[in-house]
């Protein structure tokens, strides 16, 4: 069914390294993902998207890749900072087309 | 400031006693939805609202009530509230569609008693 799930729950790094977070998705069908970045008591802030015609896509010191061949996304921070410590969702939508569909999410700690 | 606002942002509230939420987005977004965030559970969504006067329900919308009477607005009413609608709730709109980038409110955190 549909799916969006991360590998890990937490990944603890220092300041200036770079950081990876996965995320492995079920629906072969899916054709857009977004990642989101939810800091503590905030809502999800869009960090970057990516379409499945794409392998890669960068923005500000994130790059996103697609695998599809395994069904498989990640998500690169480049040297990470103390205000990138949140927790990070991939999402992607359900079969209608009506909904997103979040993963459970990665918590980054980020430590100077 | 280009944003959606969603009010309260806390609340406590007691089994049975009717209460709504309100969002409001200032961008012109034809898109809105409500989604409840429990732990382990993820983002789930309980309505949706594609365009004035038509909405959806979601993966969870027992319990809960919404309607879209203007762009702008899209509130949840709880007219029973119950203990398992303890969440935290997040309103979000796009301007076109759930597949363009969704903004979130700041969230409501909700406790029934």
């Known amino acids: 069914g549909e799916s969006v799930g991360l590998h890990l729950p937490t990944l603890s790094v220092q300041e200036g390294d770079n950081s990876i977070i996965n995320c492995a998705y079920s629906?072969?069908?899916?054709?857009?993902f977004i990642w989101y970045k939810q800091e503590s008591g905030k809502g999800p802030q869009f960090i970057i998207d990516i379409r499945s015609n794409m392998d890669k896509r960068q923005g500000q010191r994130v790059t996103v890749l697609l695998n599809k061949t395994v069904k498989h996304l990640s998500l690169q921070i480049a040297a990470t900072q103390p205000g990138d410590s949140a927790v990070y969702f991939c999402?992607?939508?359900?079969?209608?087309?009506?909904?997103?569909?979040f993963g459970k999410g990665t918590t980054l700690s980020v430590s100077s | 400031e280009a944003q959606v606002t969603q009010n309260p942002r806390y609340l406590i509230t007691v089994t049975g006693k009717k209460l709504t939420v309100t969002c409001s987005q200032n961008?012109?977004?034809?898109?809105m939805s409500w989604y409840r965030q429990d732990p382990g559970l993820g983002l789930r969504q309980i309505y949706y609202?594609?365009?004035?006067?038509?909405?959806d329900k979601g993966d969870v919308p027992e319990g809960y009530k919404v309607s879209r009477k203007e762009k702008r607005n899209f509130p949840l009413i709880l007219e029973s509230p119950s203990p398992n609608q303890t969440s935290l709730y997040f309103c979000?709109?796009?301007?076109?569609?759930?597949?363009?980038?969704?903004?979130f409110g700041a969230g409501t955190r909700l406790s029934v008693l």
């Open positions: 961008m012109n977004h034809e898109y």
């Open positions: 629906n072969s069908a899916s054709d857009y």
């Open positions: 609202s594609m365009n004035v006067e038509v909405t």
């Open positions: 979000a709109s796009s301007p076109q569609g759930v597949k363009n980038i969704q903004y």
């Open positions: 999402a992607d939508f359900n079969q209608a087309g009506t909904a997103l569909i």
